[in-house]
């Protein structure tokens, strides 16, 4: 005799990071987020079969498909441009996600003003459901960037915000933000995990079925990460991350995922009273130039994305008085700086016991990558010293525990914008492959070897 089947049991699934309870629980074990468990309907037997349905359109082969209609159309701005891969794709759905007062709106108003001035590209639907429609109208006064081609509606209801789709027929959608439109047939508070998910839902289908490109604004956390379900990230076609310091006009906008071009490009921007404008030429803007080195900097070139970029590095070393000598670091990953000064102590006999060390990248830029460690370090030996380096030389490469100088990816790209910026000295890891003429590239096997340059200089 086969007994009965036991009837499935209801599951608890986080809608943060999918991870999966079997009871009821207010913070999720795997991301720690509170209030993201949600019931889960149990699975059906396995016996349990699908009917077939009719196809909404016919399987074709992939080299009939039209490839014309899917090209990227250019939103105008160059900078953006260039982090979505070209230009926005018919039906793509982008998420822009940044702090409070980055200058979201701004930018997306730049872009509705660019996008409406082509004509061709179809007029630009403005959802605001964080303002009014008049003080997104004095903004954009503010800011140059009144057309007639831009309407605004500020609705937070999704059926409304489908109505006037219907009504405008745009060719550019932005929704600003995502976080404040709430669906009247989905349960959940505004902003809540059930709403946002049913809302982009609704978007991302509205634009696919219409080759609608849409642009939905994020909130962030405290913690920097996109606000709502982690789902929100894999349903949409690009996620770009603002970033930019409150107390610097830098702006930058860093491609985090996208399905139609590359991940890792990163648009600068500068933020101005009238306005965002691009910088196609960030280098500048990290670098404070004079004619006679300066003790306690050093120049290196980080990559961001595929784009070079020079960034000066200073330090300020001083007797302490304290037991515990202060590290202060801005803009820098303080972990790496810490390392950095152990290996100098350990390496290269550079003394910090009993000094103090400050630290900072110039210009708003932030540096994590360690091919700007061996410029770390010259900039903190040359504090030490008092001993400036050369105006005209920049330093790559990776500093290991063991004080050797590793080889990093790009050298001869990162010399090329070193060239064009006047540099003509560069000391540089073994194994750097093949350099640009214009730069006398100096190799440093270890840290013992480019203290040897500063102390050189010193003695001059």
């Known amino acids: 005799m086969v007994k009965n089947a036991k009837p499935a049991k209801a599951s608890y699934r986080c809608a943060e990071c999918g991870f999966e309870v079997a009871k009821w629980v207010g913070r999720c074990p795997e991301c720690q987020a509170w209030g993201t468990v949600e019931e889960r309907a149990p699975a059906r037997s396995g016996l349990a079969r699908i009917a077939a349905g009719a196809p909404s359109s016919p ?3 992939i080299s009939e498909v039209d490839v014309e209609a899917t090209k990227a159309r250019s939103t105008g701005v160059d900078e953006l441009d260039r982090v979505l891969g070209g230009g926005i794709v018919p039906g793509a759905v982008v998420l822009l996600a940044g702090e409070p007062g980055v200058g979201k709106s701004t930018l997306l108003l730049e872009v509705a003003h660019r996008w409406a001035e082509q004509g061709s590209a179809g007029p630009v639907l403005y959802v605001t459901g964080e303002e009014s429609a008049g003080q997104v109208r004095l903004r954009a006064e503010r800011t140059g960037n009144l057309h007639p081609e831009i309407f605004l509606a500020a609705e937070s ?21 995502v976080q404040t439109v709430q669906s009247t047939e989905d349960t959940g508070v505004v902003g809540g995990v059930t709403q946002v998910r049913a809302v982009a839902s609704a978007v991302i289908a509205l634009a696919k079925e219409n080759a609608l490109p849409v642009v939905l604004v994020g909130h962030v956390t405290k913690d920097g990460s996109i606000a709502g379900p982690r789902v929100l990230e894999h349903l949409v076609d690009v996620v ?14 860093r491609g985090v995922k996208n399905r139609y071009g590359p991940a890792d490009e990163v648009g600068c921007f500068e933020l101005r009273d009238d306005g965002i404008v691009g910088v196609p030429d960030p280098s500048g803007l990290f670098l404070n130039r004079k004619d006679v080195g300066v003790p306690g900097t050093a120049v290196t070139v980080v990559m961001e994305g595929k784009r070079p970029l020079l960034a000066e590095v200073q330090a300020l070393v001083a007797k302490t008085g304290l037991p515990a000598p202060r590290r202060a670091v801005s803009d820098l990953d303080s972990a790496r700086l810490a390392m950095i ?16 060390v400050f630290s900072a990248a110039v210009g708003g830029m932030r540096i994590t990558e360690p091919a700007a460690d061996l410029a770390i370090a010259l900039a903190v030996a040359s504090a030490t010293v008092d001993a400036a380096l050369p105006a005209d030389v920049i330093a790559v490469g990776e500093v290991g525990l063991a004080g050797e100088i590793r080889r990093v990816t790009g050298v001869g790209r990162r010399l090329a914008e070193a060239a064009r910026l006047g540099f003509t000295r560069a000391l540089v890891p073994p194994d750097s492959g093949p350099l640009p003429p214009e730069v006398r590239a100096l190799v440093v096997p270890d840290l013992g070897a480019a203290l040897q340059v500063l102390y050189d200089v010193a003695k001059k």
């Open 240 to 253: 770009l991350q603002f970033e930019g310091d409150r107390h610097s006009t830098l702006r930058l906008v």
């Open 59 to 61: 399987a074709r082969r």
């Open 341 to 356: 000064l152990a290996v100098l102590e350990r390496r290269g006999r550079v003394r910090l016991t009993d000094q103090d």
């Open 157 to 177: 209801d999704l059926s409304a915000v489908l109505g006037h789709v219907d009504e405008v027929k745009p060719g550019l959608m932005i929704v600003d933000s």
